[in-house]
């Protein structure tokens, strides 16, 4: 089920200032509030022209030990590197939509936490815009594995949960465990502080190969035996809240939230991602993600053609929730006979406007091409206005039921039909899906 929720972005700009851990270079971020609908736009205002990319969009480079994103068309020059602290802050904290301008290649690293981030972003403020955030629910178990880590999401309909062992036997510390509700909350107190990490041996031949230039043992915890060299542990399992921290991060990514339990022993950005390229395909085939259907789309989804095609495109779908266009234009034939010197949408095309709108949304969900909707009962039939030539009907329908829930065969809407802001007619329609013959 698609939770409505408003987008947010930040009430007022924020700046951070520090040296990148592995580029060890200054670098300077400025977040900015970005329209409805941006995302989180980063920006390299240290290269000609400022080239700048939605971070959804981006192309994961597997860096190792960091999350770096690339953008295609501009390789060679423009990358950003260690995200996850930042955008870790930004989901958690429940920021959608964010210009960050930067003049390096690497974010910097502050303490190696995100403590600073996420307080910068709780004493900005947000506030809310008018658009919709995208949030799903897993509806299916997705994994993925190696022969060092495994992750896995299952559904769980309570928001994002994650769960994370880490068990490295070249470590003297005792195997970590920590699980959290990921909530803004919680991020602040519980995962925001916990800061990055590496064996010595490991800091030894990062520095050795070029990496590394800015870490030190007060901005990253470097672990000798059982313990970080000239500094301390904030939680007796601060590493396995990092990593919690890293995957928050990585599942920017996705460029919306799923509601989900993560599971992970000994992931890294690699499987990290390797994750977040399952879930996105998995909700794509439970037709779970989807924007828009065109008016071809559309003829490929219901036998229905003209004159009797009522619904023109569709403009928003979720799992519950679709909104439908019919632009009513003074050609219509219906208009010949009904009425010609008083032109008026008869009542019962409205409705056949929602039973297609509806009838849409559950054969998108159930990609079984032999099948089409069928109506069966039509209850609770309002019409309030007329819909006359030039109007354009927003056709609204929520699902009230839907069996089975992973690919539905029948079910039951709440259909609407708009001009303007003004409810014209409205309808309870049940339909089921049946066999072409």
Same mark, same amino acid.
């Given at each position: 089920?698609?939770?409505?929720?408003?987008?947010?972005?930040?009430?007022?700009?924020?700046?951070?200032?520090g040296i990148g851990l592995h580029s060890g270079e200054m670098c300077e971020v400025v977040l900015k509030p970005a329209p409805v609908n941006s995302g989180i736009i980063l920006k390299r205002v240290d290269l000609s022209d400022s080239p700048e990319i939605i971070l959804a969009d981006g192309r994961f480079v597997n860096k190792g030990r960091r999350t770096?994103?690339?953008?295609?068309?501009?390789?060679?020059?423009?990358?950003?590197?260690?995200?996850?602290?930042?955008?870790?802050?930004?989901?958690?904290?429940? #920021?959608?939509?964010?210009?960050?301008?930067?003049?390096?290649?690497?974010?910097?690293?502050?303490?190696?936490?995100?403590?600073?981030?996420?307080?910068?972003?709780?004493e900005s403020g947000l506030v809310e815009q008018m658009g919709e955030k995208k949030i799903y629910n897993l509806v299916k178990e997705v994994s993925y594995s190696n022969e060092n880590a495994s992750i896995i999401a299952i559904p769980y309909d309570k928001g994002l949960k994650i769960s994370y062992t880490l068990d490295y036997p070249e470590m003297d510390c005792s195997p970590q465990y920590y699980s959290v509700d990921v909530t803004p909350e919680t991020f602040l107190t519980e995962i925001a502080p916990a800061r990055t990490f590496c064996l010595k041996v490991e800091a030894e031949k990062l520095q050795l190969a070029g990496f590394g230039k800015g870490a030190n043992t007060t901005n990253t915890l470097v672990i000798d035996g059982d313990s970080p060299i000239e500094n301390k542990f904030r939680f007796e399992n601060e590493l396995a809240r990092h990593k919690i921290l890293d995957?928050?991060?990585?599942?920017?990514?996705?460029?919306?939230? #799923?509601?989900?339990?993560?599971?992970?022993?000994?992931?890294?950005?690699?499987?990290?991602?390797?994750?977040?390229?399952?879930?996105?395909?998995s909700l794509k085939d439970q037709m779970e993600v989807f924007d828009t259907?065109?008016?071809?789309?559309?003829?490929?989804?219901?036998?229905?053609?003209?004159?009797?095609?009522?619904v023109d495109k569709i403009i928003e779908m979720s799992d519950d929730k679709i909104i439908g266009i019919k632009?009513?234009?003074?050609?219509?034939?219906?208009?010949q006979g009904h009425f010609p010197e008083s032109a008026v949408m008869p009542g019962v095309l409205q409705i056949e406007a929602m039973a297609q709108t509806a009838g849409l949304l559950f054969r998108v969900k159930n990609q079984d091409e032999s099948l089409i909707p069928f109506l069966l009962t039509v209850d609770g039939v309002k019409l309030r206005k007329q819909v006359i030539p030039g109007d354009q009907l927003r056709i609204v329908g929520d699902v009230i039921s839907m069996k089975p829930k992973d690919k539905p065969t029948k079910g039951k809407v709440h259909a609407r039909c708009y001009v303007g802001d003004k409810l014209v007619s409205e309808a309870v329609i049940k339909f089921i899906l049946v066999k072409r013959k």
């Open positions: 089920m698609t939770v409505s929720v408003k987008q947010k972005t930040l009430a007022t700009e924020v700046k951070l200032k770096a994103m690339q953008n295609d068309s501009m390789a060679s020059i423009f990358e950003v590197e260690t995200t996850e602290h930042l955008c870790a802050a930004f989901k958690a904290m429940e #920021v959608d939509n964010v210009i960050v301008e930067i003049d390096s290649p690497e974010l910097p690293g502050l303490d190696g936490s995100s403590k600073e981030q996420a307080n910068a972003i709780k995957l928050i991060g990585d599942l920017s990514l996705l460029g919306f939230d #799923v509601n989900m339990h993560i599971i992970a022993n000994k992931s890294g950005h690699f499987e990290n991602n390797q994750l977040i390229n399952k879930i996105k395909k259907l065109s008016y071809e789309q559309i003829k490929k989804l219901i036998p229905h053609r003209y004159p009797f095609l009522l632009s009513v234009t003074g050609n219509e034939p219906f208009f």
